[in-house]
């Protein structure tokens, strides 16, 4: 256990029941702003020392539990920050598992993930998730892009609005095409198992929008 630094923890109870309750502390200080559930949140960031981080191939640990206050309602998730090559230009940096439990959608477990790509002179980041609920019979997928880096500008990160779209600014002269620019690249995809055939979609949306023109 002396490999592993517990000092980014916090407990935050919470009686705020809007969706943009928000708070910041020091503990979490490399979080920024962090978004709280009513409730009970219980956040830690575990670093790992070099010698441990090299032997499991992960930099860090990031936890995050929420339980409401009629324990109706609890999730988990757990988020290893990794960098792991795809290809020569490709690159997984961050895997999120994650488990549900409700009174609603009794059970659902989640896997998603951070994928940078370098196209061309630019560097992307997209995010891409996946849950299942096997009691409701029902899957999702999901991916939107959440990063963008120009040339050698910094990295831009898009939070998701409330179109569920992110806000990210334009990528111009995306694959090296003179006159275009695209927005808010992203799907989804789901499957509900009583309503349908297994191989037959029950919702798919795409969403981006694309300008010509210099």
């Avoid at 488990?99 to 959608?105: C, D, E, I």
Wanted: proline share 4%; aromatic share 6%; with cysteine.
């Amino acid at each position: 256990m002396d490999g592993i630094d517990l000092s980014g923890s916090a407990l935050i109870i919470s009686t705020m029941a809007e969706d943009d309750a928000k708070c910041n502390l020091a503990a979490l200080k490399d979080e920024g702003e962090i978004k709280v559930e009513e409730g009970v949140n219980l956040l830690s960031s575990i670093k790992l020392s070099e010698d441990l981080a090299k032997l499991l191939k992960v930099n860090a640990i990031k936890l995050r539990g929420t339980c409401n206050e009629t324990f109706t309602n609890m999730s988990m998730n757990a988020a290893l920050d990794l960098n792991i090559p795809m290809g020569s230009s490709v690159t997984m940096k961050e895997v999120v598992f994650g488990l549900r439990l409700g009174t609603v959608n009794p059970i659902e477990l989640s896997l998603g993930g951070r994928i940078e790509a370098q196209v061309g002179k630019d560097l992307l980041g997209f995010n891409a998730s996946f849950s299942f609920a096997p009691v409701d019979q029902k899957d999702q997928v999901e991916f939107f892009m959440a990063a963008l880096r120009k040339e050698n500008g910094a990295m831009m990160n898009g939070k998701l609005g409330p179109d569920g779209k992110s806000d990210l600014p334009e990528w111009t002269n995306p694959f090296g095409i003179p006159g275009v620019g695209l927005r808010k690249i992203g799907g989804n995809a789901g499957i509900d198992f009583k309503k349908s055939h297994p191989h037959q979609l029950t919702r798919f949306n795409r969403c981006s929008k694309i300008r010509y023109g210099i």
